[in-house]
């Protein structure tokens, strides 16, 4: 079964702190694709990221850093020194399923992220 | 470059009245995905579609619900007799063919759909 947790529903912080979001994933395929998107007040979703099974190295985007680790399943997205616009919900998702050209991505159910002034 | 387009953007349907909700992929894209947002439920996906073909529909329900992708014009999600559980944002996403391997969705604003 292939599945994504986050098991953090709320996180509030105060601006200018760091905050990461977790993530862990299960899945049986080898090759695989992990993503992040994020959906602000106003309803859309944006991507953030994507990273294959076969790149682990971190990735790091202005504030924003990923950490892919294999060994626990894990993807956690870092924001550093956060702000108020940053306030959204954010999603981890999975992409398996190697052979298919394109598969449906499975979500987790999401962190709400409130950053105050 | 026009991202994934969605229309209507907010929609209210009466019990039993049909939804069509219409989503334009971006540009040079030629798979399409539909997903529905529950409230408490989070995003789950629905159906995969390419020109003419629906690829996987296996997360959509048996009844009321139909998808197409036709050679020209959008992808239409189709919802009839709508119910009031079927409120929810649908929201469509799109991806390049598959021989660049791409498998990054990219997603359209959403359709908010209230059913009375």
């Known amino acids: 079964a292939q599945k994504v947790t986050q098991a953090q529903t709320e996180i509030s912080v105060v601006e200018k702190e760091d905050v990461t979001l977790d993530c862990v994933y299960e899945?049986?395929?080898?090759?695989?694709?992990l993503f992040w998107y994020k959906q602000p007040p106003s309803g859309e979703l944006v991507f953030l990221i994507r990273?294959?099974?076969?790149?682990?190295q971190n990735e790091i985007s202005g504030r924003y850093s990923w950490n892919f680790q294999k060994s626990t399943s894990s993807f956690n997205f870092t924001i550093t020194a956060s702000q108020v616009v940053d306030s959204a919900v954010y999603f981890c998702?999975?992409?398996?399923?190697?052979?298919?050209?394109?598969?449906?991505?499975?979500f987790g159910k999401g962190t709400t992220l409130s950053v105050s002034s | 470059n026009a991202g994934v387009m969605q229309n209507p953007r907010h929609l209210v349907r009466r019990r039993g009245q049909e939804a069509r909700l219409r989503c334009s992929p971006m540009?040079?894209?030629?798979?399409v995905y539909w997903y529905r947002q529950l409230p408490e439920e989070g995003l789950k996906f629905m159906v995969y579609?390419?020109?003419?073909?629906?690829?996987?529909e296996s997360g959509m329900p048996k009844e009321r619900f139909s998808a197409e992708f036709p050679k020209e014009g959008p992808s239409i999600l189709r919802i009839q007799q709508v119910v009031r559980g079927d409120s929810a944002a649908y929201f469509c996403?799109?991806?390049?063919?598959?021989?660049?391997?791409?498998?990054?969705?990219?997603f359209g604003p959403g359709t908010r759909l209230l059913v009375l």
């Open positions: 998702a999975l992409s398996a399923s190697a052979n298919q050209a394109g598969t449906a991505l499975i």
């Open positions: 990273r294959n099974s076969f790149d682990e």
């Open positions: 540009k040079g894209h030629s798979h």
């Open positions: 996403a799109s991806s390049p063919p598959s021989l660049l391997r791409e498998r990054t969705q990219y």
């Open positions: 579609l390419q020109k003419e073909n629906i690829i996987d």
């Open positions: 899945t049986r395929d080898t090759t695989y694709y």
